[in-house]
């Protein structure tokens, strides 16, 4: 047995923290559910639409105040309850942590978040708060769509990974909304493009100054992921090289940025908006050197998300100490029994995570010990059968294969 | 329902910064609970301080009369300007005990979003300090130096100008707007930017003596 696989047994659920146990009350379609999840892989078993990504839901919610599906409060509740809640108990190192979110569509002051009974502003920034690395279907656009959803993700990430590059990305957030609103009202006020040069001069050297660090983050993140990816690609059995490259739109020297805004005053003015800058990058995926985004399969680009999310994964876990929880939603469909296998076999070996589908029978090794099963009963509404226990060590992926 | 004098007070008191509904009501029973002279004290100084506190003329810090307490100290230093936001970003300053010379107050800083452009600014009023120098006291009884009728007989001029606006983009770009225009319409003054010893993104008026202290003795030329 690897080096790996022993590790991570006596290291149930990874380095750091996990989920315990998930309550819900009057969240979607749970009147109640009551599940005590393991450290290792939970497998979330129904037929469609009896709940089993609501449960996931439930599990981000308690522990983000979130809902990974832009959710009001009121699609949040059960139709019928008026508030709902879904509190997680969080392992830590130092003990176990509650985590718990009420929802009321009727309260003035939004969701009541609390920790271990305390009220609290915010869940993100909790110390004790796990990770949640999520995998929807409709992420998908991460890799079939265009790079606006690519940058959001690659800013998350820097968020995680070099948490000293929040003010740089705040301020060039800002310094853009500024000098956007000027040209707009340069533009307005019909100036010429001289004179709007000298009025534009401050805020092009303010813009260049966060642009450039920004870039800079953003490079580094890239490159601090991308060999954890391709390796995590050829693990689940994606054919070729996967490259995940940073394309920038602008220069990492301040004074080149700012000579390139002020190279693009006139056509700014014209259209009244910035059209320089690292508001307009993007992060390539390709697979020997072709765009997975234009060439790749449905499996191949499930695949590529999966390998990028397992990659980050291991990067955040190096760099924090702790490994986000995977939630993978319908994750198997599209992937055939070998790929299905190796990717069970790479979640089983290091970190928790609940995934989702039809019939637990596509979730190769869902019977074995270590592993939790989640029925999710369609009507019954609450939780049933629910066993769960330490990781054994991962069976060799592909030996799993039905 | 409360009797609407109350509704009003809480209303009044929850339009203070940092005060929010449950606070304002606990300040309103406040009031309510002590005596009667208690309540005519704080009104009369919320009345005071809107009658007798304006502008001064020459800086635009608060100023109880025509001129601050600042202006009118002979002690200072009046070749050195040191540029603010807000009256609010002086004290702060003031309290680090590290500067001798005059402030001018701008009364904000560049916010296209917000539209406060450099005409919205006290600009204007600082490059022709810059270039002229401030205005002699009469109260302080040199009288001027040339009987010509005008107000701006012209002091000392200034030799150097520290912009102390907040390390935020909006601060960085009035900042920068400022040392543009000095460089060019009084080429002689050294212009410099206080050392980013602040942590970005932070406001002057929050920032503790010490960083801000160290701040003005690292400041560097813009
Ligand atoms: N606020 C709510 N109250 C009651 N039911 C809800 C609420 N929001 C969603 N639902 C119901 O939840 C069901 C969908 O649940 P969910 O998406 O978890 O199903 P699923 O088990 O993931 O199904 P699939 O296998 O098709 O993905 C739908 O029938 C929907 O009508
Ligand atoms: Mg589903
Ligand atoms: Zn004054």
């Known amino acids: 047995m690897a080096a790996v696989d022993r590790g991570a047994a006596t290291r149930p659920g990874g380095h750091g923290l996990h989920l315990g146990r998930l309550r819900v009350r009057d969240v979607r379609t749970y009147v109640e559910a009551d599940v005590e999840l393991g450290p290792g892989l939970t497998v979330v078993a129904g037929p469609n639409g009896a709940g089993k990504t609501n449960l996931l839901e439930a599990a981000y919610l308690a522990c983000t105040g979130r809902s990974f599906r832009q959710a009001s409060d009121a699609d949040l509740v059960r139709r019928g309850a008026e508030a709902g809640n879904a509190s997680a108990t969080v392992v830590t190192r130092s003990g176990p942590s509650v985590f718990s979110v009420g929802v009321d569509p009727q309260a003035p002051r939004g969701r009541r978040l609390r920790v271990d009974g305390t009220p609290v502003e915010t869940l993100l920034d909790h110390p004790s708060r796990p990770r949640m690395s999520v995998f929807l279907p409709d992420r998908m656009v991460l890799v079939k769509g265009g790079p606006a959803l690519r940058r959001a993700h690659l800013d998350q990430l820097l968020a995680v990974l070099r948490p000293s590059s929040s003010p740089v990305r705040r301020a060039f957030h800002e310094a853009l909304r500024q000098r956007n609103a000027l040209l707009g009202s340069l533009k307005a006020r019909g100036v010429g493009v001289e004179r709007a040069g000298q009025e534009l001069q401050p805020w092009d050297a303010t813009l260049a100054a966060a642009a450039a660090g920004l870039t800079t983050a953003r490079r580094e993140t890239a490159e601090a992921i991308r060999p954890a990816v391709n390796v995590r690609a050829a693990q689940l059995g994606l054919a070729g090289e996967l490259e995940i490259s940073y394309r920038p739109r602008a220069s990492e020297d301040p004074e080149e940025v700012v000579a390139a805004l002020a190279e693009r005053h006139a056509g700014d003015l014209e259209r009244g908006f910035t059209h320089h800058g690292p508001h307009r990058d993007d992060l390539a995926v390709r697979r020997d050197g072709r765009l997975i985004t234009r060439f790749g399969s449905q499996g191949e680009q499930r695949l590529s998300l999966l390998a990028l999310l397992l990659g980050e994964a291991d990067v955040m876990e190096e760099a924090t100490g702790s490994r986000p929880v995977l939630l993978l939603d319908d994750v198997m469909s599209e992937l055939d029994a070998d790929r299905r296998a190796r990717l069970v076999g790479l979640i089983r070996e290091r970190g928790q995570a609940l995934v989702t589908v039809t019939e637990a029978g596509h979730v190769p090794g869902a019977g074995d010990e270590g592993v939790g099963l989640v029925d999710v009963v369609p009507g019954s509404a609450v939780v049933a059968r629910v066993a769960a226990g330490a990781p054994a060590d991962a069976p060799p992926a592909d030996e799993d294969a039905a | ?222």
């Open chain 2, 1 to 222: 329902m409360q009797p609407a004098p109350i509704e009003r007070l809480v209303a009044a008191f929850s339009r203070l910064p940092g005060v929010g509904p449950r606070t304002a009501q606990r300040l309103t029973y406040h009031v309510l609970s002590r005596p009667d002279e208690d309540a005519r004290a704080l009104a009369t100084a919320l009345i005071e301080v809107k009658e007798l506190i304006g502008e001064c003329r020459i800086c635009f810090n608060l100023a109880e009369g025509e001129r601050c307490v600042i202006c009118e100290d002979p002690r200072r230093d009046p070749t050195l300007l040191c540029v603010v936001e807000t009256p609010a970003d002086v004290l702060p300053v003031e309290r680090t005990h590290e500067y001798r010379g005059r402030y001018h107050v701008l009364g904000g800083a560049l916010s296209p979003v917000d539209g406060v452009g450099p005409r919205d600014l006290r600009l204007e009023e600082l490059y022709r300090r810059v270039l002229e120098g401030d205005p002699d006291d009469p109260a302080r009884g040199s009288g001027p130096l040339v009987d010509d009728g005008t107000t701006s007989s012209g002091g000392p001029t200034v030799t150097e100008v520290v912009v102390a606006t907040n390390p935020t983009t909006s601060g960085e770009a009035t900042a920068l707007h400022i040392g543009a225009e000095l460089r060019e319409r009084s080429p002689q003054v050294r212009v410099s930017r206080l050392a980013s010893g602040l942590p970005v993104g932070a406001d002057l008026e929050h920032a503790d003596e010490v960083t801000l202290g160290r701040a003005f003795a690292g400041r560097r030329t813009i």
